[in-house]
T-cell receptor, first 114, second 116 residues
Framework: ETGVTQTPRHLVMGMTNKKSLKCEQH?????MYWYKQSAKKPLELMFV???????ENNSVPSRFSPECPNSSHLFLHLHTLQPEDSALYLC?????????????FGSGTRLTVV | DQQVKQNSPSLSVQEGRISILNCDYT??????FLWYKKYPAEGPTFLIS?????DKNEDGRFTVFLNKSAKHLSLHIVPSQPGDSAVYFC???????????????FGQGTILTVHP
């Protein structure tokens, strides 16, 4: 039990589909993040939420739409994705968005776009 | 422009020997560095960190060394064990006052395999 739970673990979707990734943290943290990990590339920060407010959008295409209804839940809504969007999507949380330690990651969602 | 680089995609070591994983960075504003370990089908987990005011931090079998002038850090694992086989990510963050304080910039990872 890492304290950060991501569902689903695996997802295969067509380019015209709409799906959502879910992240839930049970740690009482105030900041949540979406990261993307493509093969042989560094983890790339996509979005940062602090107290349910988006504080960072790292030049992510609009086909990725985040939602943070409360400090414990984070979603990533996906629509009209491209095959190059296939990657491991990791959610993380931390006590604060202005701390540089104490990240806890979820196990990720392995996304395949066909 | 990749600010944190792990130039060795993989490393293979015999059990009981030392594993040395390397990481280079370019952003002189980075002043806090972390190593994460990732097993397949799991998220990265925090391993050890070091602040720029130190040049060494030790935690059991794991030691991180920081050479600020060379913008280089390394993770030493002694003795290496088969259970250490995983992907190791180096990460860095700016300090308070930096424009990206609180955001981690990761390297691309090094796959460590420890053979029995």
């Amino acid at each position: 039990e890492t304290g950060v739970t991501q569902t689903p673990r695996h997802l295969v979707m067509g380019m015209t589909n709409k799906k959502s990734l879910k992240c839930e943290q049970h740690l009482g943290h105030n900041a949540m993040y979406w990261y993307k990990q493509s093969a042989k590339k560094p983890l790339e920060l996509m979005f940062v939420y602090s107290l349910e407010e988006r504080v960072e959008n790292n030049s992510v295409p609009s086909r990725f739409s985040p939602e943070c209804p409360n400090s414990s839940h984070l979603f990533l809504h996906l629509h009209t994705l491209q095959p190059e969007d296939s990657a491991l999507y990791l959610c993380a949380s931390s006590q604060s968005a202005v701390t540089n330690y104490g990240y806890t990651f979820g196990s990720g969602t392995r996304l395949t776009v066909v | 422009d990749q600010q944190v680089k792990q130039n060795s995609p993989s490393l293979s070591v015999q059990e009981g020997r030392i594993s040395i994983l390397n990481c280079d960075y370019t952003n002189s504003m980075f002043d806090y560095f972390l190593w994460y370990k990732k097993y397949p089908a799991e998220g990265p987990t925090f391993l050890i960190s070091i602040s720029s005011i130190k040049d060494k931090n030790e935690d059991g079998r794991f030691t991180v060394f920081l050479n600020k002038s060379a913008k280089h850090l390394s993770l030493h694992i002694v003795p290496s064990q088969p259970g250490d086989s995983a992907v190791y990510f180096c990460a860095a963050s700016e300090g308070p006052g930096g424009t990206s304080y609180g955001k981690l910039t990761f390297g691309q990872g090094t796959i460590l395999t420890v053979h029995p």
